[in-house]
């Protein structure tokens, strides 16, 4: 047990070039701990705030503002607080912003104390995160969902469908996931080159593609999983973010790459088929964050089938999970979305409750902090999504889970995969 002897803050940059905060706190008997505020591009409307400077320099995304906070007002507040005391350290964060979206001092300031404080106690327990965090209970490694074709905010809307993902219900642990998944990921790339519709990386890391629709991308990632030598559905399955809330534009669905304007009734009846044609075992907002009738019609329609992942639909946001009434049966969590690792882990036992899946994910604007892998694992959450294949800021998180695989060794819990897919895994 010990208390903050300091707290400082620097600005430093993300993988998209722009500006972020890394805090890093001091323990009285010497240990460490520091964490970096991730950043979305495809926000939901309820998430916490972000504090930016605004102004012309940067493009207004400075975040020397929310720096000062941290070296200011939240370093005074927490001088002497028990680190290990997770918390009570977020109470005060919390307490000490006063707002409900975290828009005074900031969420980017709040998420990256929260997460230093998390890495300053078990540097002081001398364990890693994930053990810190785990305590005793045996843990497993998340079922990786990893994107191959980025598109929507990520690509300038390229394509109207932001991640097209795989996951692979037939791998046996997480390092043959990995392992498959670069497979179909060269194969996808090598596929695309052929046909001169390669355009470069997006934001995550994937493909950037010159589809003509947006099921083009279905029956790519379909020829890339047998390109690469491997059953569509039963070892490696799809999985999409819509990010729909993105494309609800003047009452309707609006696909821009196919010049189209849809309903809701139309786009469910479109996702539907997709469901049907292809080897698809999740979808994330498949709907817009404010249209729940659609997102309610869907689960019923498909939730038997597919995952539904509310993403902008719930903002890792206890309170929302709490009153989802039938809408998703899945929940992404992601900590800077909540504010702090608290209500994030909040999130994530109301998700249990009420018989939710969850999924812990990073956000488009990432950094080589590999946090996110230590708490899918030490919290138990069963699946990980970090983005494409590619770009360091993906690939520490993943080289991250299989030095953690690694360190577990016979000691980890089965691997989930077949058990949270099996049909697909059959
Ligand atoms: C999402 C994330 C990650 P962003 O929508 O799930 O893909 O994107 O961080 O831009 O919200
Ligand atoms: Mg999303």
Redesign the pocket.
Known sequence: MSGIAELRARRIWDSRGRPTVEAEVLTASGARGRGIA???????SGEARELRDGGTALGGLDVQRAVRGVIGEIRAALLGSEVADQAAVDRRLIELDGTPDKSRLGGNALVAVSLACAHAAAAEADLPLWRHLAGEQPVALPVPQI?IF?G???ARARVDV??YMVICPGAGSFAEALEWTAEVYRAAGARLAKRGALQGVA??GGYWPAFKSNEEGLAELVGAIEDAGLRPGADVALAL?V?ASQLWRAGAYQLALENRSLSSEQLLAMLLRWVERYPIVSI??PFAETDRTAMQAFTRAAGDRIQIVG??YFVTSERRLRAAAGACNAV?L?PNQAGTLTETLACWNAARDSGYRAIV??????TEDVSIVHLAVGWGVPQL?V?SFSRSERMAKWNEGIRIEEALGARALPYPARRLFPRAGR
């Open positions: 991730p950043a979305g591009a495809s926000t939901g994107q980025g929507g905010a990520h932001q991640d934001d995550e973010d990010a994330e907002d993403d902008d992404l992601k994910s990073a956000r488009s604007g990432e999504k983005g």
